[in-house]
């Protein structure tokens, strides 16, 4: 069992929850707070998934701010997916308000299924909560020749976090972007990130631990660069990753997700474009050129500081390889997992012993 | 007339010139080298009005190393742009070794047109020279209301410039990234960037120059940071753009060009996708709702350092309002211009006064 990538350092002890258990007690959560059977078994095999590949930030420690989001009303546990095809030609597919994992997964699927069809398809994904991690979807995708374009924006008025390039305010959110492209032998290429320096659960994870963030993340409310993250909730903002870059990135995100597929309702609103490289070229060929490029990435000797050049994506996938079905969480993110399943009479799995 | 966009401060002098008299002379200049006429107007134009905009790095200069490239055979002067439908759907767009100018330019009327009929298109593009500024392509597009992404890579052999993140050998391109999209009162949203942190021709540039160039671009061959050309020159290389993440642009560019469109056979190949905005909302609604997020950040309070927060693609437009078509082009550049043109017998145009 490997460490999951964390940008703070977490003092703490770690629990080993076996995948299974975990997933069991997450599925009775989500029936606990109202989902349905099929997504509260989505919801939950997403989470526990994402967890084994080390993505700690989007694993099942989420299931806490999906319960908080539920109680509030901010979620609709009954919000279930639908698909339609407009007179336009535009597949819409609507979230209902509800939590968007298998609202993104139908989109990822149905994007499959058209391209595979015709060759590229465009989707509009709409009124969803939080979509989970993508990388895992583009992943899917890839991994059946598929090339798939993620991009999303348009809940600027309830997450300003980042500020543009140039500027001291937070006006954007973090729009992420998501490709997946069959790769090598060692599977597909994915990048799947944030627009902005660091995702904005880290500020938070600083603050409750009381870290200071890395250097060059995060201004004041004057613009001017600091590590502390009590200057980011009074006024100050997270900067661009890659400077005007990374901004241009998030710009184009939300004129996607606001203007052209707007207005947003719930969160993000997200345009999936899902393209069959098979159409381009033949599969083993594909493979093959991949693997050369890849394998010399691989092989480049390590800058002062690093041990090993990666390629995007296979960190997650080693992390699951290397987890042995076991996930490491923190006692205290454990424990209120539990406590939650107590509150809500679904506390039915015995728990596991710490390691 | 403004002052060209530039990383180095060049102390020399510069001469302004009229748009007409740069293209006239640019047209004789290409008709010279062999371009058939049509492919002399076009690329003269292209390249001038790059220059009207600002990004001197791929404006009238390009003219040289065109000319350069044509007499080592490494450019087809009559390679001309031709375009074909597969027999699995695929709209292949091949440049047949020549400038990639009018290629690029086909490549995007061919998406628009395919996109205004079918929603969305994707079309492979091979086997062209330099292809320009692709913000001047996806601007055009926009102004229609089409979506476009154009991403490339797969020359890396020949073009060893930027190490992966967390490597110290140069291994990939500087693959580029282009989106547009429809924006508000100021026109479209362009995005148009190289994944390094710096394009190859400021390193030429400052070489040149005696300049040393930004902090944080290069990298000996040891991977420690360097701002001396020299360095690079010796087995160095250039940085990613945003770490990891400009490394995952060029990384998928890679794949897509090389192995997805590939072989490369000249420089890049390239996969543009072009989507119609319009069936996605009314016009009206996204220009109005675009102008609502771009004022916002134009209105942001600037960083300390910045007398400005811009929208990505409204520099070059301003840039080209302000130029009162005139380009202050440095001394040196204009007289090895003119010199091509007397060394081709056809410098037939009288040379402008120096400002």
Redo the contacts between chains.
């Keep these: 069992m490997r460490s999951p990538t964390s940008k703070l350092t977490l003092t703490g002890r770690r629990t080993e929850v076996t995948a299974s258990d975990a997933e069991q007690l997450l599925v009775s959560i989500f029936a606990g707070l109202g989902f349905a059977s099929r997504a509260s078994k989505q919801v939950a095999a997403h989470l526990v998934e994402t967890s084994l590949c080390g993505i700690e930030s989007h694993g099942i420690m989420r299931v806490l701010e999906y319960a908080k989001q539920v109680r509030t009303g901010y979620l609709d546990p009954t919000g279930t997916p639908s698909i339609q095809r407009d007179d336009?030609?535009?597949f819409r597919v609507e979230g209902g308000g509800g939590i968007g994992i298998p609202t993104m997964q139908l989109a990822y699927e149905t994007g499959v299924e058209e391209a595979r069809e015709?060759?590229?398809?465009?989707l509009?994904i709409r009124n969803v909560g939080h979509t989970g991690r993508h990388g895992a979807f583009a992943d899917m995708a890839a991994e059946q020749g598929f090339?798939t374009?993620c991009v999303g924006g348009g809940n600027?008025k309830t997450w300003r976090q980042v500020?543009?390039?140039?500027?001291?305010?937070a006006?954007?959110p973090t729009n992420p972007w998501c490709?997946g492209?069959?790769?090598g032998d060692m599977g597909p290429?994915v990048?799947d990130?944030a627009t902005s320096k660091i995702a904005g659960g880290w500020i938070y994870a600083a603050r409750s631990a009381g870290a200071l963030l890395p250097e060059g993340c995060i201004?004041d409310k004057?613009?001017?660069a600091t590590r502390n993250p009590e200057d980011y909730f009074d006024g100050g903002a997270i900067l661009s990753?890659?400077?005007?870059?990374?901004?241009?990135?998030a710009?184009?995100g939300?004129?996607?997700g606001?203007?052209?597929?707007?207005?947003s309702t719930t969160e993000c609103n997200w345009l999936l474009?899902t393209?069959d490289?098979t159409?381009?070229?033949e599969p083993g060929?594909?493979?093959a050129?991949?693997e050369e490029?890849?394998a010399?990435?691989r092989n480049?000797?390590?800058?002062?500081g690093?041990t090993?050049?990666?390629?995007?994506g296979e960190r997650e996938r080693n992390h699951h390889a290397a987890s042995e079905g076991r996930i490491a969480v923190p006692d205290e993110t454990w424990a209120q997992i539990n406590k939650l399943a107590h509150n809500l009479g679904v506390a039915n799995v015995s728990p596991p012993q710490p390691n």
């Design positions: 336009r030609g535009v015709k060759g590229i398809s465009a509009s090339l374009i600027r500020a543009p390039y140039g500027g001291t305010k006006l954007l490709v492209i069959p790769g290429v990048l990130f201004i004057e613009g001017n990753s890659g400077a005007q870059k990374g901004y241009a990135l710009v184009v939300e004129i996607i606001e203007a052209m597929l707007g207005p474009i393209l490289t159409r381009f070229r060929a594909i493979e050129s991949a490029v890849l010399e990435l480049c000797p390590p800058a002062p690093f090993q050049v990666e390629v995007p």
